[in-house]
Every structure is written in structure tokens, then in C-alpha cells.
């Protein structure tokens, strides 16, 4: 099974800027879509941002030109940057792998602690 485990989650100023990481094991990373997701309290989880193995990106539309998907093959990475956050990014932040020929919500692993973003002054 696949195990992710994030990271890179804090406090911040509306206006400000984080970068939270996802390290997947395992040695099929390079075939592997990864996902990030968020859940806010009282609100179901929803997919933030998405990247295939090909590198294809996508984006919720409330996070497009202020959030970047990427990842790092070699060291079985994959990274959120976020930037210029408001407060209605506040939520836990997961990451999972999509089953193969699935849906984004159909994810491999167990959905972890995930790591807390809270934007507030």
C-alpha cells in the first residue's frame, strides 16, 4: 500500500506564503497521479491541486495563480506551493495517490494526519 506522509504546514498572515511537501513511498512513484486535498472543519474534503505522472497540473478554481503543484521524481516528492493565502485556505492538508484509471477521489493510501494551514492575523 501506499504511504504518504506530509509536511510543511503552519500559521500565517493572510498575504503570506507556504510550501508543504508529500514524500510517497514506494518505487512506482514515477507512474503514480498525486494529489492534494484539504478539509476544512464542518466541510467535506476537496482535491486543491493535482499532478499526473506526466507532470499535468489542475487546480480548484479558487486556488488557480496562487498555488503550484510540482514534484521531484528522484526523491519521491511532491510539493504544494502556496502563496498569497487568505483565510479560507485554512484546513488540513492531505496527499494521496488516485487509483489507477480512477477518479481523483479514489485514492490507494490511508488518509493520514496530514499536516494544518491556518491563515489568520
Known amino acids: 500500500q501506499v504511504q504518504l506522509v506530509e509536511s510543511g504546514g503552519g500559521l500565517v498572515q493572510p498575504g503570506g506564503s507556504l510550501r508543504l511537501s508529500c514524500a510517497v513511498s514506494?518505487?512506482?512513484?514515477?507512474?503514480?497521479?498525486v494529489g492534494w486535498y484539504r478539509q476544512a472543519p464542518g466541510k467535506q474534503r476537496q482535491l486543491v491541486a493535482g499532478i499526473t505522472s506526466s507532470g499535468t497540473t489542475q487546480y480548484t478554481r479558487s486556488v488557480m495563480g496562487r498555488f503550484a503543484i510540482s514534484r521531484d521524481n528522484a526523491k519521491n516528492t511532491v510539493f504544494l506551493q502556496m502563496n498569497s493565502l487568505k483565510p479560507e485556505d485554512t484546513a488540513v492538508y492531505y496527499c494521496?495517490?488516485?487509483?489507477?484509471?480512477?477518479?481523483?477521489?479514489?485514492?490507494?493510501?490511508?488518509w493520514g494526519q496530514g499536516t494544518q494551514v491556518t491563515v489568520s492575523s
Open positions: 494521496n495517490v488516485p487509483r489507477s484509471g480512477s477518479t481523483w477521489y479514489d485514492v490507494q493510501g490511508s
Open positions: 514506494g518505487s512506482d512513484f514515477n507512474i503514480y497521479h
